[in-house]
């Protein structure tokens, strides 16, 4: 795809979003944009010697090497994980985007509501004639009143908290951060540190991870932090699927260690329109887990908000002024 800027003044290489013409429609500022057929190396390493910015999900150091005159690397939402700083060009600097804090946390109190009404196996077991939910399982517990832990008090933590706080749900959270200053803020009734994790885990109904992934969140959660967890708890992961040890996690839902779970991160993803699962765990054997392909925060207004800060920052660069959301280094411009 060509662009359809006439005047450009950067060019742009895009490892994401070549396809989506509402992308290209949002992209305002003067700049020509050259797609990537994919991200790996070979096809994108011949294209970055002439690029000025690289709108990506993954930077390598092979590209790193053949960026010649890159000066801003961003990536197309809020994770940078997949970004090596260390391959990072001198000059250049790494910016991320968010907006999808809203879209996450309709998604996490979605699907703590339908874990707790066991919402897909009632649907699946009336479609059949079966009608025991009405007569034979009893009565469900209402979410008002009990106990949601949030793993991390970023933008979509605070998010899901103030959700979850309108429905008469007790918040409590583990963060790197913590102060009674923000209990007070947020209307928690309490927030611990990290390193007081398993109460947190012992004393929720239900449990949401929204942690970015990084040295010292990866394996976050294993078989330890799941068994201090109640077996009627259910844990629901809107970050990265590497903070929970897969097969620690697969093991505590098959042996109902745990009561259920809603899965929309995972440890396998597809390339292109391959067909795989999620995670080399039958997890889609289980009748106790809800998986989705990764799309809490896939909204409207979560793309028109990222493209617009994408614009803003692409004018920036091309202006010499300060970059939004820089990521790397922690204070640097462009």
């Known amino acids: ?53 690289f709108i990506t999900k993954r930077f390598t150091a092979a590209m790193g090497a053949a960026a010649k005159r890159l000066r801003l690397i961003h990536a197309p939402g809020a994770g940078t994980n997949e970004i090596e700083l260390a391959a990072v060009p001198d000059g250049a600097v790494v910016c ?27 649907d699946a077991r009336l479609r059949h004639g079966d009608w025991s939910d009405r007569t034979e399982r009893g009565a469900r517990h209402e979410i008002r009143g009990r106990t949601l832990a949030v793993i991390g008090l970023g933008r979509i933590g605070v998010e899901v908290a103030r959700l979850a706080t309108a429905f008469g749900v007790r918040v409590i959270a583990a963060t790197r951060t913590p102060s009674a200053d923000r209990d007070k803020r947020l209307g928690l009734a309490s927030i611990f540190g990290m390193d007081q994790l398993h109460a947190v885990l012992a004393e929720a109904d239900f449990v949401v991870v929204a942690v970015p992934l990084d040295a010292s969140t990866a394996g976050l959660i294993g078989s330890r932090e799941l068994n201090a967890m109640k077996p009627s708890a259910y844990l629901v992961n ?34 292109a329109n391959e067909r795989v699962y999620p995670s080399k765990h039958p997890f889609h054997e289980l009748d106790n887990v809800i998986m989705t392909p990764h799309i809490a925060g896939v909204t409207e207004e979560t793309f028109k908000h990222r493209w617009a800060v994408i614009d803003d920052n692409l004018r920036r660069l091309a202006a010499g002024e300060p970059l939004l959301n820089v990521v790397y280094p922690s204070s640097g411009t462009a």
Do not use: C
Request: cysteine-free; proline content about 5%; hydrophobic content about 45%.
């Open 1 to 53: 795809m060509t662009s359809r800027i006439t005047h450009p003044s950067l060019q742009v290489l895009l490892g994401d979003w070549q396809r989506d013409e509402a992308f290209h429609r949002a992209i305002t500022t003067p700049v020509s944009l050259v797609p990537a057929p994919t991200l790996r190396d070979d096809d994108v390493v011949p294209l970055l010697a002439d690029a000025d910015a």
């Open 96 to 122: 991320n985007v968010y907006g999808h804090g809203a879209g996450i946390a309709e998604y996490v109190l979605m699907a703590i509501l339908a874990l707790n009404s066991d919402l897909l196996n009632m």
């Open 238 to 271: 809107v970050a990265r699927g590497q903070i929970i040890d897969d097969g620690a996690l697969y093991q505590a839902l098959k042996e109902r260690t745990i009561a259920g779970a809603a899965l929309d991160v995972w440890y396998r993803y597809p390339e």
